[in-house]
């Protein structure tokens, strides 16, 4: 067959081992770890289903090698422990058996020991080792390896690669980015040594060199080995890409495939993990400048879900490969996809943070658009009923098409009716923020999958009581939305005030200066927007912080763009009245003064259709409300709901 992206579908050999394509599945951190390290059943499920979608390798991520120094909620893999190596077997056979390459990432975080503990505060009964003594920016003391220290570590790296081996991985990827150990030796910001280990390039690669001289002996000629470099550190003080090139020159002779990443841990979480605010593939410069100094195979990373992009990196010469670990978490048969020629089903990542930060709060993953995420282990295929019934979905928002789409797949007669004449709902909005682009291309994949999965679509059809009794469905998925809570202050006649959806789907055009009342995500993000178009902006909120419903991984990267925006920020501000001037806030005191601007935008929150819910209640046997229609949430919650509404009927 002819392919449509020929070059992602290539093989490409590695060492002893030809991949099956040139998707590889990064590593991304597990769910339920056991307080020995031992993955359990949902951490095989979770890998299993990235191998099942496709792709070329799946990498296990992180193995701390030395436990005795590092000090982490992460896997580990020893004899030891009764039964580990057999979960550790289970796992590779469970990746294998589809088809892909079991490869797992030998780690170690050196400074930031303790990186992924829930209870933030037992980090601090940790000792920090690092390459010197000093202080990490958050306070916490590093004390330097001691030689001793560093041949155990160098002897533990290839300890854990042989039973990786022989457990049944047939690949290990040696982390040496990201600010963790091995990083740190290599970053003249982070080594300080005088001894062999620091000082100029040759003393600072000594520490990976022997780490790698180590693994090699452990696994033997051919089989093979990835190195994960950051290709600049992108901090001043740190190495850039030049350096970066270097090191990669240097070490390339012990490896077989060079990944390249980029940034480092404490100070560019945002560059290593691209956010929104960053274009698609902007890590993917370092990939393309280090393969002109390498002669193996280079991987390329960071932030790429878009099949068209990623074709054109590898048939540029920029890359080889590439990688991908929250577009696989959005769509895990993205490889599959691709190699049957159905990239326009490929529902692409949101890079919302939503998957990082429950990991953080909770231990578990979660994907914004992807219900299935961190509980495969209870099924990874939508059963067919055994009955296809007659289902009424109300609402062409993301829940409304989720649910449609699940009961579709499931062989069931849906009739899906959107009151608007576009389907998508509160994505639609998304068109408006170039760098909220992706959730509108949400909208418009869902609506692709829908036409291909037979839905009934129905635009401009207000569905009430009277209607779906025509319908005679057997269930009915209510997921209607919600609607913009109105300006709920007194407006002095001239002045100008707009709603978020006057703003992006009514053709409201503000002034020079606006004053965004509501602090939250949504208004955060109108005000930097309106900024990126020319406006100067001011944020109204009256609680006393901004972006209190943003996830814990995407708030301190909104707030820094709000301060990089130059946005007059007031806390702590209640709306009083709009003037022709601008708005009327108190403080807490209740002392008024005028945040002035010549459009006041309204972003306080939305508001349930709850009347339109409740109509539909006794509309059909099964009736189900999921999404805003139950109460104002989250796109993740939206998705869990409908997807798991179509799965009951």
Not at 19 to 37: F, K
Not at 89 to 97: G, N, Q, S, W
Request: net charge negative; with cysteine; glycine share 10%.
């Amino acid at each position: 067959m002819k392919r449509d992206y020929p070059h992602l579908c290539a093989p490409l050999t590695v060492g002893r081992l030809t991949l099956r394509n040139r998707m590889l599945s990064a590593p991304m951190g597990a769910t339920d770890i056991t307080a020995e390290g031992t993955p359990g059943p949902r951490t095989q499920g979770f890998y299993e289903l990235r191998a099942k979608g496709g792709a070329a390798v799946v990498t296990v991520s992180e193995l701390v090698v030395h436990p005795e120094t590092d000090g982490s909620q992460m896997l580990r893999l020893s004899l030891k422990t009764p039964g580990q190596l057999g979960a550790f077997t289970y796992l590779a056979d469970a990746i294998r058996r589809h088809g892909a390459v079991a490869s797992i990432e030998l780690s170690h975080s050196g400074q930031y020991a303790g990186t992924y503990m829930v209870d933030k505060e037992k980090k601090g009964d940790l000792c920090q080792w690092g390459p010197s003594d000093g202080v990490r920016p958050d306070g916490m003391p590093v004390r330097a390896l001691s030689h001793e220290q560093i041949a155990s570590i160098v002897a533990a790296y290839g300890e854990a690669a042989a039973l990786a081996k022989r457990a049944g991985f047939q690949m290990v990827m040696v982390h040496a980015g990201h600010g963790w150990l091995i990083n740190q030796f290599l970053s003249p910001y982070f080594n300080k040594r005088e001894d062999e280990y620091g000082g100029p390039l040759e003393n600072r690669i000594r520490f990976a060199r022997e780490v790698l001289a180590s693994v090699r002996s452990a696994v033997g000629p051919g089989f093979p080995i990835e190195l994960r470099i950051s290709g600049a550190e992108l901090f001043e003080g740190g190495y850039d890409v030049a350096e970066g090139a270097r090191i990669a020159h240097a070490l390339e002779d012990l490896v077989d495939l060079m990944h390249v990443s980029a940034g480092s841990y404490q100070f560019g979480f945002s560059v290593t993990h691209p956010s929104t605010f960053r274009d698609h593939g902007c890590n993917v410069h370092l990939a393309a400048e280090i393969k002109k100094h390498v002669s193996i195979p280079v991987v390329a990373i960071g932030g790429l879900s878009d099949p068209a992009q990623m074709e054109e990196i590898i048939a540029s010469g920029q890359a080889d490969a590439v990688a991908m670990a929250r577009g696989l978490l959005a769509d895990p048969e993205l490889p599959s996809k691709v190699m049957a020629n159905r990239g326009d089903d490929v529902v692409k990542c949101l890079r919302c943070y939503v998957c990082m930060a429950e990991r953080a709060v909770t231990q578990t993953r979660r994907c914004a658009v992807n219900p299935l995420i961190g509980r495969e282990f209870e099924g990874m295929d939508i059963a067919r009923s055994p009955r296809s019934r007659k289902v009424l979905v109300v609402g062409g928002g993301i829940a409304g098409m989720v649910a449609a789409a699940t009961a579709a797949r499931r062989g069931h007669d849906v009739v899906l009716c959107e009151r608007e004449g576009e389907l998508g709902g509160i994505l639609r909005t998304e068109a408006a923020l170039p760098f909220k682009r992706d959730m509108y291309e949400l909208g418009r994949t869902y609506a692709h999958l829908l036409d291909r999965l037979g839905v009934d679509v129905r635009l401009n059809t207000e569905v009430d009581a009277a209607f779906a009794e025509k319908i005679a469905p057997d269930a009915v998925i209510v997921a209607v939305g919600s609607a913009p809570i109105p300006m709920p202050l007194p407006v002095e006649e001239g002045a100008r005030v707009l709603s978020i959806d006057d703003l992006y789907l009514g053709g409201g055009q503000p002034g020079d200066e606006v004053v965004v009342l509501g602090g939250g995500l949504t208004g955060c993000e109108c005000a930097i927007n309106q900024v990126r178009l020319g406006r100067r902006a001011h944020i109204v909120e009256m609680r006393d912080g901004l972006a209190i419903d943003a996830n814990i991984r995407h708030r301190p990267i909104l707030l820094a763009e709000v301060e990089r925006a130059g946005i007059d920020v007031n806390l702590d501000a209640r709306g009083v009245r709009v003037e022709r001037g601008g708005l009327v806030v108190a403080d807490g005191e209740g002392k008024e003064h005028l945040v002035p601007g010549d459009t006041v935008i309204c972003a306080i929150g939305q508001r349930s259709r709850s009347d339109a819910a409740d109509a539909l209640r006794d509309a059909a046997p099964f009736v189900r409300v999921v999404g805003d229609a139950v109460r104002p949430s989250n796109i993740t919650t939206a998705v869990y709901e409908a997807y798991h509404a179509a799965l009951d009927i």
